[in-house]
């Protein structure tokens, strides 16, 4: 069964630190793999965009790393902001249907001053 | 460029009634979307269209809920009778489909459903 696990579901942290979200997925044959960040009461916003040949991938003060011999996935924040807190959502498309969103349940990062 | 137009934002209904929701993709966009977000959980895609036609529907429970995007650009999603289970989020997204397999979905700002 194709599935995405996020780790940790919840995670709070102070303004100006760094975090790691965590995804592991089971997707076979799989064609790419994206973060997205969710605010509350909004639709997702996709932050990065991955296939199976790229291993890192950066938009601003995000970082997402892929290794898909071991079918994980990170996303590194750096230097936190309060406008950072919202759900963080690992999605993977399958090869045979790249239309396809296979979405993990997400981690709710809190940045607090 | 505009984004995805959703409407109403919030409805409030109680069991057994029907609702409709729109949606209003990126101009020029072929493929559109809907997903159910339940609280505390990732989108589960309902349906998913490619201009007017369905590409996707297996996860839609079709006895009660029906979608339709009749000239390949708005939809509306609408269900009839509405259940307690009911009660979630429903996003719209679109994407352009083009030669690159990876194209971005960008979703609508949803539509929050409360059943009561």
């Known amino acids: 069964k194709n599935q995405v696990e996020q780790s940790p579901q919840s995670l709070i942290i102070l303004e100006g630190k760094n975090c790691t979200l965590q995804?592991?997925?089971?997707?076979?044959?799989?064609?790419?793999l994206r973060w997205y960040k969710q605010d509350t009461g909004r639709g997702p916003v996709s932050l990065t965009i991955m296939t199976f040949s790229e291993n890192t991938k950066s938009n601003g003060r995000y970082t997402a790393t892929l290794d898909a011999d071991t079918k994980q996935s990170s996303l590194h924040i750096t230097a936190s902001q309060l406008s950072d807190s919202a759900s963080y959502i690992c999605v993977v498309s399958p090869s045979y249907n790249t239309d396809k969103l296979i979405f993990g349940t997400g981690t709710r990062l809190q940045v607090f001053p | 460029e505009a984004g995805v137009a959703q409407s109403p934002r919030y409805k409030i209904i109680e069991k057994r009634q029907s609702v409709a929701f729109w949606c209003n993709p990126i101009?020029?966009?072929?493929?559109l979307y809907w997903y159910q977000q339940i609280l505390g959980q990732g989108p589960k895609l309902l349906i998913q269209?490619?201009?007017?036609?369905?590409?996707?529907d297996s996860q839609l429970p079709k006895d009660r809920f029906s979608a339709e995007r009749l000239k390949g650009v708005d939809s509306t999603l609408k269900i009839q009778p509405a259940k307690l289970e009911d009660s979630a989020v429903y996003l719209c997204a679109s994407s352009s489909r083009g030669a690159v397999p990876q194209e971005t979905q960008y979703f609508g700002p949803g539509t929050r459903l409360l059943v009561l």
């Open positions: 995804c592991n997925y089971t997707v076979s044959p799989f064609s790419n």
């Open positions: 101009s020029g966009h072929a493929t």
């Open positions: 269209f490619q201009n007017n036609g369905v590409v996707d």
